[in-house]
Structures are given as structure tokens and as C-alpha cells.
């Protein structure tokens, strides 16, 4: 094995740093699934009817169906009977703000490092935090709720605002959509809502950060972000979970609605556990992320970096109806050891003058797979529209794959779709002429694959972008040479 | 500053340098010339510590340090600096951050502070003028999309910021026009000091033109068959390495 695998080996071999878990009486329902569970969590969660039997529609949609075999990934069959749908954090009181939630529950996010503390945050932004399968708590509710922004956890916009909820839950990615909407419809726990009344440019970045601590318990969260005309909105969401020797599943579903000339910018960085070295554990992430924009010249912008996660099925997509709507779509998706991550976007144009732009950055180190699958489509009505798409991917060592599956639909002539493809490797002689100006191996990793990762770094909010190239350094850490 | 004594060298097996010895003291301009294949750049490669040589024999000290021991990146910190013949590509990184990158590691190692954004760029400006850098150049991806010329000024410039005791120019003359050569010859002869030492690896007289060599050293098959001054190098671009060849072959008879 020549240096350079041998540092890439190394830089990669970093442990997860996020991998531990707290003991908590939690409030479980039994293990399975099946009507009575969709009962018992929506029982739970003191639910209206109406939400109820949209759940068990779902359910019932979700029964019929089969689980897509399409993405390029491999994984043993998932025995959906063997989990656990719903674990919540047992509190005594329901607490009404942050001030009342358990200590405990708040030091899970000090250790995280995500500070629910509205006096010692340094910059504004409101936190909604979830913990498996509840929402612990939402800072600087009130302040945003005096400029008419809705933002709180899921269960609470079910309860509050139940006629905005019933107007656009699976208005943007219906219950029957694919099998684990479908399944996320029928058993979703919490999530964040935010909602941006006409004329409003959020004042600060409205974030969401989940963490998974129980064992064999799925997360099933639900976002949906409503943009009014007018509007602005910058969205993060953060995730980490505890090492643990078994997979367990995240399936989520976020939705946007974008009205005329409002502008929804959603930024991720997901952390989930990856899985040890030899592949064993990790999260399934398999989720659906859509946006549409609704009213003429709105905008859906998605960024995400993608370092986590043992499986990762995710294509956050812009249907662009609104006559000259823009969808973006940055990722930079990084793979190492056995994880495997099928991901990329659908570009909709339906309206005219519609444009879009997808950058997808593809790191692959150790023996991980990685894959872009992106769509872009072209309907008859969407005159004039234009997509450009550029799909880079970089590999380290020459055990691990990169693959591109790009498809193309047109059906307007005046349609201007562009893709560009590259595929590199990190070298030698890249990392030996760092060296040879005094840059260690480590380091050099860091700044070759930042720069490659740079455009779309660029698009993260700047607090993030930073915690973002530090969580791509260390990811790869070990895996240089 | 530099001992080489008997050193041999291999790359997947087979032998490339077999037994250089050279002694290099501050303040010294030493050009190595040979003809092609003759491991010149093997030479300059193997001093840098580059992986897919091995070094079988033979020691070289720098400093009165064992170089051989150091690992590349230490080399560079203890101030040794390698022009490359084809510097490298590195999309996304500017040469500004590159640069302070490097300039901030060896400064950790040598235990200095490292610099902050203002006295790096103070110092970046001094060094532009000394090797006519264009700024705009620096802020650009490092070398890339960047013309032979550029590159190898570009090359030059990184040497003036990291300030090396000894510098080893590989080829820096191939693909330059007559103009390029001598802002890049200027930059090294304005960089020399009584402290530090050059050696300036190259095929042609031309280069020595403007950086005059003390003394020239012919490398032929692994091997430095000829030392001389200056004049050496003129008497080689007259006639030729077949002359060398010749007497080198005629001894082994």
C-alpha cells in the first residue's frame, strides 16, 4: 500500500464523536406496528381525529406497498415488526418553556454543544430540539412570535394552528408519495413548523437539531416550513446519534411551500452515526426532503453536507411551478468505511422561466459507495427554463466507489439543460507537495477536500459552514495517504 | 550544510542513484546538470523525501541533522524547499491560504507564534514585489488554469515567503520563454544570501546565464563523473554530454 493510502487509511479511521447515550425513564410504546400502535401514538400525543385518520390512511397506503430496491445500496431487510415507533423522554410536568424542561434533558444538548440557553447563545438562533421521538423544547419562540413567525415542534402546530396543518401536511410530499413517507405518515412523532407570515424576513436562522438516543427505536420526524409571499426564511438542521452495534432507522419527511416571491433557504448538516470501521451499526437515513415553489419568482434552496449515516437514501427536490421560481440544490456528501449513501435531487420545472442549478460534491474514502442520482424535468408549459448541473466526485484510496446517474426529461423545446461530470482522486503528489511546504498529511487532506468542497460551503450559513469543515475533516480523518 | 555522502537510490527496485557524494556550504549556488535520465531529479526528489524512492545506501545530513530520518513535511520546516519541475494543482484553495497554511506550520514547528491575517498579508506584499507576482495570481486556486510561467513564478514566490536555508530548483528553466526565465532568475538571485544555499538542477547552460553557479556538477548515470566552476557549464553546452559519455566509459575500459 503506497504512503498515501496509508494516510488516507489513518485519516479516516477517526472515531464518531458523538457516540455516546444517557440513561432515561422513557415513555415507550410497545414494540411493532401495526393500527392499534397508530392509535396508541397518536393517543398519546392527544390528537384530533382528523390526524388520526390521516395517519391510518397512510398506514393502510404504506401496507400495500413494497420497499424500493432502486437506490445503490445494499442493506439486510429491515424487519419493520421488530422496532419501536415512538420513545419519549419521560417529564413530570409538561413543561410550558425552556425553563422548565428537565436539566438532564437540556445537558444532552450542552454536551452537544448546541446550547438551549437564550441568554448564552451568541448569535440568534432559535433551536427547536428533538430528542427520539419529541420535541424537548424551542427557544426564542416568543420574540419570533411577536413578528407573527410561527415556530414551534410539531405536535404543538397539530394542537395551536391545526387549519394552516391540515392546508399543507402532505400538500408538498403526499402520504402515499413512496414507502417510507408512507411510513413516516402513518408513525411521525414530532418535528419542527415553522411558519413566515406575508412580508417577513425571518430575523434569525430558525434551526432544528434532532438526536436519537433510545435503542432500537426509529425517528420519525416531520418539518414543514410555509413561507408566505414575500417572505424569507433560513432554515438549519443539525442530527447526531449514539454508537450503538445495531442500525436503526430514521425516516423523515420535510416539506416547503414557497408563495409568490417568498425565498426558503433549508441547510443541513447530518451527523448520524455512521457505524464502526467494519461497517457494523449505524443509522438507515432514509428520508424525503421537497419543496415547492408555489408563487411566481420564489426560491428553494437546499444545502446540505452529508457525513453521516451507515445508509443514506435522501433527494431534496424543487417542484417549480411559479413562473420564474429558482430551485438550488449544494451537497457535498462524504463516505467512509462501509457507509453507503445513494444521494442527488429532482429539479421540477413546470413554470415558465424557471431555472435551477444543482452542484453535488461526491468525497469517497475507505470502501464506502457513493452515488448521485439526480432528475431534472422539463413539462411542456415550462418555457424558457434552464438547468445547470455539475457532478464532481473525488476519490481517496481505491477501494471505495463514486457513481453518477443523472436522467434527463424534456418535454419544451426552448429548454437550456446543462451537466458537467468530473471525477478525481486525491494524489500523491497533491499531498506530497503540501508536505514539502511544511503541511502535515492530516492537514493537507483537510485543505484539498475543503477546497473541493468549497462552493458549496459557501452557500452554509457562516456559523455552520465552519462546524461543517471541521465535521469533513474529521470524518475523513485517518483515511489520507 | 548539506553532506551527501555515497548515496544510492531505487524506485521499484531498480537503481537510479549510485553513490553521490556532494558537499554544499552556506551561501553557495551549486547547478547539477546531466543529460536526460541521468537522475537529476532523483536526486532533488530524494532530498525532499519523496515515498516512492528508497534511499539503499549511503547518508545525507543537513544541518547536522540525519535528513534521511525526517519525514517531507519536517524537511520543509527545518528549511529545505523543493521548486517543483511540474508544481501541482489544488482546486478550491487559494494560494494565499495555502500558503499561510505552510508559512503557520513551520512556524509552530520552529515554536514561533503564528501569524495573524494582517502580518501574513504585510509580508505577502513584500514578497510579491521581490518576484513581480501578480496579486491577482495569488488569489486564484493554487496553479490552476495557471501558465507554465506562472506556475514556476508562483513556485518561486512560495520560496521567498517560506525563506528555506536550502533551496533545490528542479528544472525550473523547462518551458519558460527568455522573459519568464528571467523575472524567475532575478527572484532567486534577489532571494540568495551569505546563509542559504541554492542548487539549481537543469539540462541547459541557459538558466546559469542568470543564476551563476559557483560550482557545476555533471550527473551521468546515477553518478557525478564531472566538478567544475562555471565554466563547466559552458563547455557543456558546446559540445554536449557525448564527451562526457565517452570519457566516463572510456575509464570503465
Not at chain 1, 68 to 73: A, L, S
Not at chain 1, 116 to 130: C, F, S, T
Not at chain 1, 316 to 332: A, N, Q, R, W
Not at chain 1, 355 to 384: D, E, F, L, P, W
Request: with cysteine; proline share 4%.
Amino acid at each position: 500500500m503506497s504512503k498515501d493510502n496509508e494516510i488516507l487509511e489513518e485519516f479516516t479511521s477517526k472515531e464518531y464523536e458523538h457516540g455516546w447515550s444517557v440513561n432515561y425513564e422513557a415513555d415507550e410504546a410497545p414494540i411493532g406496528l401495526n393500527e392499534d400502535i397508530i392509535r396508541w401514538i397518536s393517543a398519546k400525543k392527544e390528537e384530533p381525529q382528523w390526524m388520526l385518520d390521516w395517519r391510518l390512511k397512510a398506514y393502510r397506503h404504506w401496507e400495500t406497498m413494497e420497499e424500493p430496491t432502486w437506490p445503490n445500496v445494499r442493506y439486510p431487510k429491515i424487519d419493520y415488526q421488530s422496532l419501536r415507533y415512538y420513545s419519549a423522554p419521560k417529564q413530570k410536568k409538561k413543561p410550558s418553556n425552556i425553563n422548565e424542561v428537565d436539566p438532564e434533558l437540556l445537558k444532552i444538548y450542552d454536551r452537544l454543544g448546541i446550547s438551549l440557553n437564550e441568554q448564552k447563545r451568541l448569535q440568534g438562533i432559535a433551536v427547536d430540539a428533538v430528542l427520539d421521538s419529541v420535541s424537548v423544547g424551542t427557544i426564542f419562540k416568543d420574540t419570533l412570535s411577536k413578528l407573527g413567525v410561527i415556530f414551534c415542534s410539531f405536535s404543538e402546530a397539530v394542537k395551536e394552528h391545526p387549519e394552516l396543518v391540515k392546508k399543507y401536511l402532505g400538500s408538498v410530499v403526499p402520504a402515499t408519495d413512496n414507502y417510507f413517507a408512507a411510513l413516516n405518515s402513518a408513525v411521525f412523532s414530532d418535528g419542527s413548523f415553522c411558519y413566515i407570515p406575508k412580508g417577513v424576513r425571518c430575523p434569525m436562522e430558525l434551526s432544528t437539531y434532532f438526536r436519537i438516543n433510545a435503542a432500537n427505536t426509529g425517528q420519525f420526524e416531520r418539518t414543514l416550513i410555509i413561507a408566505e409571499d414575500q417572505s424569507y426564511v433560513s432554515y438549519l438542521e443539525g442530527c447526531t446519534a449514539p454508537q450503538r452495534d445495531e442500525n436503526q432507522l430514521h425516516a423523515a419527511v420535510v416539506e416547503i411551500y414557497a408563495a409568490e416571491k417568498a425565498e426558503v433557504k433549508y441547510s443541513t448538516v447530518q451527523n448520524w452515526y455512521p457505524g464502526d470501521k467494519n461497517g457494523k451499526g449505524g443509522i438507515y437515513n432514509f428520508v424525503t426532503k421537497r419543496g415547492i415553489c408555489a408563487g411566481n419568482h420564489s426560491k428553494i434552496s437546499w444545502t446540505q453536507v452529508e457525513t453521516g449515516s451507515a445508509v443514506t437514501w435522501k433527494y431534496p427536490s424543487c417542484i417549480l411551478k411559479g413562473d420564474h421560481s429558482i430551485g438550488e440544490f449544494y451537497s457535498v456528501a462524504v463516505t467512509n468505511n462501509y457507509q453507503q449513501a445513494d444521494t442527488g435531487t429532482k429539479m421540477i420545472h413546470i413554470g415558465k422561466n424557471t431555472r435551477s442549478r444543482i452542484v453535488s460534491k461526491g468525497i469517497s474514502a475507505g470502501h464506502s459507495q457513493n452515488s448521485y442520482r439526480g432528475q431534472v424535468q422539463v413539462m411542456k408549459r415550462a418555457t424558457n427554463s434552464r438547468n445547470f448541473s455539475q457532478c464532481d466526485s473525488l476519490l481517496m484510496g481505491d477501494k471505495c466507489g463514486a457513481h453518477t446517474f443523472p436522467y434527463i426529461d424534456i418535454h419544451n423545446s426552448t429548454a437550456k439543460v446543462e451537466h458537467e461530470a468530473t471525477t478525481s482522486k486525491i494524489g500523491e503528489d497533491q499531498i506530497f507537495y503540501c508536505n514539502q511546504r511544511g503541511i502535515d498529511s492530516e492537514d493537507a487532506v483537510a485543505l484539498i477536500v475543503n477546497g473541493y468542497a468549497k462552493e458549496v460551503l459557501n452557500q452554509l450559513p457562516m456559523e455552520f459552514a465552519v462546524e461543517a469543515q471541521k465535521l469533513l475533516a474529521l470524518t475523513l480523518e485517518g483515511s489520507v495517504g | 550544510m548539506l553532506s551527501i555522502k555515497n548515496l544510492h537510490a531505487s524506485i521499484e527496485g531498480t537503481p537510479i542513484l549510485k553513490g553521490i557524494s556532494l558537499e554544499i556550504k552556506p551561501g553557495e549556488v551549486h547547478a547539477i546538470m546531466g543529460p536526460n535520465g541521468s537522475g537529476k531529479s532523483t536526486l532533488a526528489s530524494v532530498l525532499a523525501g519523496r515515498e516512492e524512492y528508497e534511499v539503499t545506501e549511503g547518508e545525507v545530513s543537513f544541518k547536522g541533522k540525519d535528513l534521511l530520518e525526517l519525514s517531507p513535511e519536517d524537511r520543509a520546516r527545518e528549511g529545505v524547499f523543493l521548486a517543483f519541475q511540474y508544481p501541482v494543482e489544488i482546486p478550491g484553495v487559494s494560494s494565499t491560504n495555502f500558503l499561510r497554511t505552510a508559512v503557520n506550520q513551520v512556524r509552530e514547528y520552529r515554536g514561533q507564534e503564528p501569524l495573524d491575517a494582517v502580518k501574513f498579508l504585510t509580508l505577502m506584499k513584500e514578497k510579491m514585489k521581490l518576484v513581480e507576482i501578480d496579486q491577482k495570481l495569488l488569489s486564484r486556486a493554487l496553479n490552476e488554469g495557471f501558465s507554465g510561467g506562472e506556475k514556476k513564478k508562483n513556485e518561486i514566490f512560495q520560496m521567498a515567503v517560506l525563506e528555506p536555508s536550502l533551496s533545490i530548483l528542479d528544472e525550473t528553466d523547462s518551458g519558460l520563454d527568455i522573459d519568464a526565465l528571467k523575472v524567475v532568475a532575478n527572484g532567486v538571485n534577489q532571494l540568495k544570501t551569505k546563509e542559504n544555499a541554492t542548487i539549481v538542477v537543469t539540462h541547459y547552460q541557459r538558466l546559469l546565464d542568470y543564476i551563476v553557479p559557483d560550482f557545476v556538477h555533471v550527473l551521468y548515470n546515477g553518478r557525478i563523473v564531472k566538478s567544475g566552476a562555471k565554466e563547466l557549464a559552458l563547455e557543456l553546452e558546446e559540445k554536449g554530454y557525448d564527451w562526457i559519455k565517452e570519457e566516463v566509459s572510456g575509464t570503465a575500459v
